[in-house]
């Protein structure tokens, strides 16, 4: 493949990248303060990738070109190249960890031990551009050779993306993650286009596809956090009512066995005077301190989601009713708890109604959303407090 198509395809990778970037940006600005700061890894990987292929596309043209200081410019243009593949990956490890497990906590355990080997590449690759050569050379005619050891950032990268797939399927197996199950399936096989752009490249000196591969996988990426943004309450960052209807469309359907599927229709009680005494903007943070709640309380894989203005769902399977009267009791636990902290002006109360299914059972989700709001009304009438 000559040098032209390479440039041709970077600039088109790069053309990809940055549309992305601009219409991905606009969603993680307007909601940057729910979900959108969980996904700064992922712009981070959209500018790392254009900045790699944007070094490739560099790197070509310098090569062979012979003028005051175009050698230095080449050596530098390599360095920073190879040592942004470290990064990249290393970015993905963390990205992949962050959407795991919900936040930043376990990314921050790991973060110094993950780093190791990308400052590694970065030394290596300086030393190769300006002292030693380690990865490659760049000869007096200012022509790139690499050596026999360039497969060094192609072993750092697969290591970082078999680890992150190994993750991935702990995560799944062990049922540890908040992901929906089609984002997990899209994180696992995310390395496998850049790996074989690596393999290829590995194999035939002079085609360059690797990065193009990895913006593949970002475009897979980006259209499943698209799609999740139209399930996504973007106020309080749990799913809408599309998607509560959708989950439970699905779990009523595949029910078998001894389980008991269960939903919670959940209130805000008193929501009005919240707004009306202390103004809407603390009414939006009294829905997300109970969309809080309600992730800090029930099971990971359970479904939480806003449904109305200050009507909240809450759904699961447990074996027995006792299991799930004691997610019930959980949840107003945890809200005695937060009243008796007194870290805001008002009372948080929350009228909860429940109602069951069986796998020998026959009830439209119709059904099973009247019995609950009978019980949730029936639960209502405590005074806001002071």
């Known amino acids: 493949m000559s040098y032209i198509m390479n440039l041709v395809m970077n600039a088109t990778s790069i053309a990809v990248l940055v549309l992305i970037l601009f219409n991905f ?8 303060r729910t979900k959108g700061r969980n996904n700064q890894l992922f712009i981070s990987m959209i500018l790392t990738n254009i900045s790699l292929l944007a070094l490739d596309s560099i790197t070509w043209i310098l090569n062979g070109l012979t003028f005051p200081g175009a050698r230095f410019l080449h050596g ?3 360095a920073v190249y190879y040592s942004l593949q470290g990064v990249m990956s290393f970015i993905w490890l963390l ?11 376990h990314v921050r355990r790991h973060f110094l031990w993950f780093a190791l080997p990308v400052v590694a590449l970065i030394v290596i690759s300086v030393s190769s551009s300006f002292f030693k050569p380690m990865l490659y050379w760049i000869d007096e005619k200012n022509l790139y050779h690499r050596t026999s050891y360039f ?9 970082y993306a078999v ?3 190994a993750m991935v399927i702990y995560a799944h197996k062990k049922s540890i993650s908040v992901l929906p199950q089609p984002l997990m399936r899209f994180l696992f096989a995310y390395p496998f286009p850049p790996l074989f752009g690596a393999l290829i490249q590995w194999m035939f000196y002079g085609v360059s596809i690797i990065w193009t591969g990895s913006v593949i996988s970002l475009l897979i990426i980006y259209i499943n956090l698209q799609n999740d943004k139209v399930t996504t309450d973007a106020l309080t960052g749990i799913s809408n009512r599309r998607s509560y209807e959708s989950y439970m469309s699905r779990r009523m359907s595949t029910l078998r066995g001894d389980g008991i599927l269960f939903l919670f229709m959940i209130d805000v009680d008193h929501f009005k005077q919240i707004n009306d005494r202390w103004g809407h903007n603390v009414g939006d943070e009294a829905l997300k301190q109970t969309a809080e709640l309600l992730k800090g309380t029930v099971s990971r ?5 806003r449904v109305g203005g200050d009507e909240f769902v809450v759904c699961g399977e447990r074996d027995k009713i006792a299991d799930i009267e004691q997610v019930l009791v959980g949840i107003y636990q945890a809200v005695d708890r937060f009243n008796d902290d007194r870290l805001v002006p008002y009372r948080l109360q929350l009228s909860i109604g429940c109602s069951t299914l069986r796998s020998d059972e026959n009830k439209t989700l119709m059904q099973m959303q009247r019995e609950a709001d009978h019980t949730m ?4 009438g405590t005074p806001l407090g002071d």
Request: glycine share 12%; aromatic share 18%; proline share 5%.
């Open 151 to 159: 497969w060094v950032p192609l072993l750092l990268t697969g290591a």
């Open 377 to 380: 009304y029936a639960a209502k």
């Open 163 to 165: 680890y992150s797939m």
């Open 95 to 105: 990205y992949v960890e962050q959407k795991l497990y919900g936040g930043p906590r």
């Open 25 to 32: 940006g606009q969603y993680h600005y307007n909601i940057r």
């Open 76 to 78: 530098l243009s390599m």
């Open 301 to 305: 894989n359970d479904f939480i989601g």
